[in-house]
Each structure stands twice: as C-alpha cells, then as structure tokens.
C-alpha cells in the first residue's frame, strides 16, 4: 500500500514539474517575442538602444516576432513598415576585432506567407517609396502567378542591394514562392560597410 502511494506522489510530483517548465517555457517564448519597444527609428541611427535590445543580451542576434500591429519600423525616405512579420536584428559578432557592437548591421524583416500577388504588391510599394528597380520581381511574379516556376531559380527573385540614400542604409527585397501557391517576402536593411574589409 506505501509502495503504490509513493509511487503516485511520485508521478503527481513529476507531472506538477512538468506542467511548471512547460508554462514557463512558454511565458519566455511570449516575452521573446513581444518587443521591448515598440517602434523602432531608424531614420537617423542604427544602435542597438534603437530596437529596444534587451539589456545583458549578449548575442549578435536579437529576433522578434510580434503580435501584429505591435511593432513599427522607421526608416529613411519616410518608409514604415508594419506587420505582421518577423524580424531579425543583427549586430557585430563577439568575436570580431574592432568592432563597435554598439551598432546594428542589419535588419531581415520576413513578412508572413501570403499569396504572390499580395506579396508582389508589397514589393512593388516598398520598391516605389524606397526608388529601387522592382522589374525582376515583377518577372517573378508574372513566373509565378499560377503555381511555383520550378525552372532553375525560377521560385527566387531579388532587387539586389541599393542603397536608396546617400548616407542611409542598403536595401533589398527578396521573393520566394512555393508550392503551395503562397510566398514568401524579405527585406533586408543593411548598414554594413564593405569597404572597410581588408
């Protein structure tokens, strides 16, 4: 009979902590992705404080996934960008030498899977306010529109880099399709200076 009764106190015990990691687990995962701050403005600067980094977090990266409508992106050019997406802040890595991790290298901002009409209008805008040639994704999306080009690179199109402004970042816009007939669109935001490699 005590055999059986600590056997079950024993398996009360295990579930009860099992049921408490798991809660906390998931209450991390939501406090990750909410962001510290909820508009990020970057039309002046790039420093971590901008985003919001979390304070003692020493990765190079920081990924946010927020509700939507609870994260702003400002950029050069008056260009705003809203959800819902992810995105991803990337600094300088620990390792590199001379590096100011103070601030931020770039920004992948991964809009969520919608079809590759609505995702090419979204390109063609961020394209038309940021003055980038959006031509090759125009192709994309022609290439696409009723199922995946499964051609080589046929699925992929890009902008290539530009930089929109004399002294801001470098953009570009990425499109992938798939064989759902959904999509995915990317933007990448980069302060990264090529010409200070050796």
Not at 18 to 31: I, K, P
Not at 95 to 124: F, I, K, M, Q
Request: charged fraction near 25%.
């Amino acid at each position: 009979m005590r055999w059986h009764l600590g056997v079950v106190l024993l398996l009360g015990a295990l579930v009860a902590g099992c049921t408490v990691t798991f809660e906390e687990g998931e209450q991390a995962d939501q406090r990750k992705e909410r962001p510290v701050k909820p508009v990020w403005d970057l039309r002046d600067s790039h420093r971590i404080e901008d985003v919001g980094w979390p304070a003692g977090h020493e990765g190079s990266t920081y990924k946010v996934d927020p509700p939507p409508g609870e994260l702003t992106i400002l950029l050069p050019k008056e260009v705003t960008i809203q959800g819902p997406f992810d995105v991803i802040a990337n600094r300088p890595l620990l390792l590199a030498e001379g590096e100011d991790r103070s601030v931020l290298e770039y920004l992948v901002v991964n809009y969520d899977r919608e079809p590759v009409r609505d995702a090419a209008r979204r390109a063609a805008e961020l394209a038309r306010q940021w003055g980038l040639d959006a031509s090759r994704l125009a192709e994309w999306a022609a290439r696409n529109a009723d199922g995946r080009d499964n051609s080589p690179g046929g699925s992929m199109a890009t902008t290539g880099s530009q930089r929109p402004t004399e002294d801001g970042p470098s953009l570009s816009i990425d499109a992938r399709a798939l064989s759902s007939g959904e999509s995915y669109l990317s933007v990448t935001v980069s302060w990264y200076d090529e010409s200070q490699e050796t």
